[in-house]
């Protein structure tokens, strides 16, 4: 029995792995989603049985626990120099003389080069040790970094082994870039923007963000990607070229860029140049402009580095599109959790293609730093989807300017005064009736992934609350269409229309109830989870702390949130209203079950069927807690294969122990 389940478990995480590598390395993939959760449900489930076969490489142990409070630092074995920058043709030239010059004796057709992408994104070291991934850095000041390895881990396109028993080298240290492709980052910020988080100002940011966070399970969602693009250190050096290295690189299931070209003279890099200027905004990432590399190893290490950057290697930038205008006003804007972001009005300008004319200008530590002024002449920038963004300031002497910027004392929409909590960069209107907020908030409730009520824009939202008529989103559906009628800029047929729109929303589902309700943190993700395992909001509602957190990729930050929104009787009350109004606040698909209601659980053991997550939410889906420790107050121990002490304690004080069998019987009964 048990070889077999080892044997299983070998087979399951070889097939993952390769499976992990054609989706996220080769781009394909051979089985369906489907298929692919049901091998790692398998694996898991067996690693449970099996705890001590559990190995650092194990598909199953990407995501890990929290990092204490730092990341350690990592001395790099070499250091991590970086590019020295040219921005035109005529500067390029010069690189390649300067490399002619240092390799004296070598004819020049003799000089080869590999092109490769500069992708926009954060520098890493991988370090493999005898095939296992035992080390991933930042690369830091250059000397020193941080380790990052639990975080690195969660990537999946990143290899935890590699097939080196073949290779001459014991231990290889490679290097790389992370990023985000743009789609990834604007999925990441339309999220953000539903949870009322900051937005990320470009998927760079947003990379760096995401590998510094103290908590992998967070890192582990964000769809982070790697390019392996050099040697860092190897203990037996085995490559005699560049391109050569990146080959084996590939073979060894590495994910490297399928752009790098190799180039046999200057010429070949020079067409490319002009090649990637036109059709680098097609790629699906940001790249700032390209890295040219000698190929030959021997001809490098001849050619050397300074202190800062080798002298075989140079990065070709391409100018991020610009345009001067000038700043024709400053206004606050204030956001669905009454956060207050200062925006420029622009006098309208073309950039990449588009009409740019307001730029956020994010917080005022940047407007200050930038020294931002009402009618400044300015560049603004707008690289690939980024958000137009104020570079800097163009001061004309002799020109007088306006009055430094200030942020305005009191909330622009409802005048409250505003406040700065302490280690935040953002103002905030305390007001939670604020007309400002209240509209975001209801301009949300209405959007496509929350209760998807059409026709009801911010011309109408806008009447709606200047009137004083909605103040609750339950105010909505007591809304009739003559009322709506009476809006201007409103049809009569629109009015109908809208009626029926907010009829139909109110059988949306509790899942986009409780993301259309704008909870902190609570976005579509974590909103349909809780209605997977809650199925009605009353019992939401009366969830603990504990088991709010419990609940799989949940967490103490939303279970905080949530507790916090429910805790309030003005949130209870509007969900009072909604229900009154017919708003389905029940998952009706899944028929919810009392029959746990009041019941205390402690689970002990491996069960076959069940992770212990699984059988929380089980219990927890039909009304029962599970606490950690048996007590007096106990209802039942399910006692799985090989119980701990729980099992002993049951006995002593008498609770009711139920094998995995009775278990089901109780959940199906
Ligand atoms: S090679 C010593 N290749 O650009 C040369 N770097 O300023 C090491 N980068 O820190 C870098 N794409 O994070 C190299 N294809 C590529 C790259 C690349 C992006 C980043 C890297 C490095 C920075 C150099």
Same mark, same amino acid.
């Given at each position: 029995?048990? &070889? ?29 989603? /489907? ?42 074995? %070499? ?13 390029? !030239? ?89 789609? %990834? ?21 947003? %990379?760096?963000?995401?590998? !510094? ?99 075989? %290697? ?77 570079? /800097? ?42 007309p400002?907020?209240l509209k975001e908030r209801l301009l949300?409730f209405a959007? /496509?992934?929350?209760?998807?009520i059409?026709h009801l824009g911010p011309a109408v939202l806008d009447q709606l609350v200047d009137s004083g008529r909605v103040k609750h989103f339950s105010d909505l559906y007591t809304l009739t269409?003559?009322e709506l009628a009476g809006l201007e800029r409103l049809?009569?047929?629109s009015a109908?229309?809208l009626i029926?729109?907010l009829?139909?929303?109110?059988? =949306? ?28 909001? &009353? ?19 939303? =279970? ?54 699984? =059988? ?54």
């Open positions: 029995m048990s &070889d077999s389940d080892k044997k299983t478990i070998k087979t399951l995480r070889r097939d993952i792995q390769r499976h992990d590598h054609l989706y996220y390395v080769e781009d394909q993939p051979e089985i369906s989603d /489907r298929e692919y959760d049901g091998l790692m449900q398998r694996l898991k489930d067996l690693e449970k049985k099996h705890p001590e076969w559990i190995t650092p490489d194990s598909p199953t142990q990407r995501v890990g626990g929290k990092i204490s409070e730092k990341f350690p630092a990592v001395t790099h074995k %070499a250091p991590m120099l970086s590019l020295d920058n040219t921005y035109s043709l005529d500067e390029y !030239r010069d690189f390649h003389k300067r490399v002619v010059k240092g390799l004296k004796s070598i004819p020049e057709n003799e000089i080869e080069y590999v092109v490769e992408l500069k992708i926009d994104g954060l520098g890493v070291t991988l370090s493999y040790e005898n095939g296992l991934l035992v080390q991933g850095a930042t690369r830091g000041d250059g000397k020193q970094g941080e380790d990052i390895t639990a975080n690195l881990k969660t990537i999946r396109s990143i290899p935890l082994r590699i097939p080196m028993e073949k290779e001459p080298f014991k231990f290889i240290e490679v290097r790389g870039e992370v990023y985000l492709d743009h789609q %990834a980052f604007l999925k990441i910020n339309e999220e953000r923007k539903a949870e009322g988080q900051p937005l990320f100002a470009n998927p760079r940011n947003s %990379a760096a963000g995401s590998l !510094r966070l103290l908590d992998p399970t967070i890192t582990a969602k964000r769809p982070l990607n790697i390019f392996i693009y050099s040697v860092g250190y190897m203990d037996k050096m085995s490559f005699k070229t560049h391109y050569e290295a990146l080959q084996k690189f590939k073979a060894l299931g590495l994910r490297v860029n399928p752009e790098a070209t190799l180039c046999k003279s200057f010429d070949e890099t020079l067409a490319l140049i002009e090649r990637w200027q036109e059709e680098k905004d097609s790629l699906p990432y940001e790249i700032d402009g390209l890295v040219v590399k000698v190929n030959s190893l021997k001809f490098q290490e001849k050619l050397g580095s300074t202190t800062k950057h080798p002298r075989w %290697a140079v990065a070709y930038k391409y100018e991020a599109e610009q345009a001067t205008t000038e700043v024709e006003d400053i206004i606050c804007q204030v956001g669905r959790t009454g956060s207050i972001t200062p925006v420029a009005i622009l006098k309208p300008v073309l950039v990449s293609g588009s009409t740019v004319s307001r730029a956020t200008l994010h917080n005022e530590d940047e407007i200050n730093r930038k020294d931002i002024r009402v009618g400044d002449s300015v560049v603004i920038e707008k690289a690939g989807e980024v958000i137009p963004k104020v570079v /800097r300031v163009i001061i004309e002497p002799g020109k007088s300017r306006g009055r430094k910027f200030k942020m305005p004392g009191k909330c622009p929409e409802c005048a409250t005064k505003i406040y700065r909590p302490e280690g935040e960069v953002a103002w905030r209107c305390v007001n939670a009736a604020c400002a907020q949300h959007s /496509r992934n929350a209760m998807d059409d269409e003559e049809a009569e047929k109908q229309n029926d729109a009829q139909k929303s109110k059988t =949306a589902g509790l899942a986009r109830v409780l993301h259309a309700l704008g909870i902190r943190h609570v976005g579509q993700r974590a909103a349909s989870l809780l209605a997977q395992t809650f199925h009605s909001i &009353d019992r939401l509602q009366k969830t603990t702390f504990e088991d709010l957190e419990s609940v799989m990729e949940i967490g103490p930050t939303i =279970a905080e949130s949530l507790r916090a929104f429910f805790d309030r009787e003005a949130n209870r009350e509007e969900i009072r209203r909604l229900k009154q109004s017919g708003v389905a606040l029940e998952e009706k698909q899944r028929k919810v079950g009392d029959r746990l209601e009041g019941k205390q659980f402690v689970l002990t053991g491996t069960m076959e069927e069940f992770t212990r997550d699984q =059988a929380k939410e089980k219990i927890m889906a039909l009304g029962g807690r599970v606490t950690s420790s048996v007590s007096q107050k106990t209802d039942y121990v399910v006692a799985g294969a090989d119980p701990g002490s729980k099992f002993d304690k049951a006995k002593k004080l008498g609770v009711q122990v139920l094998n995995e069998e009775a278990f089901k019987t109780l959940l199906e009964k």
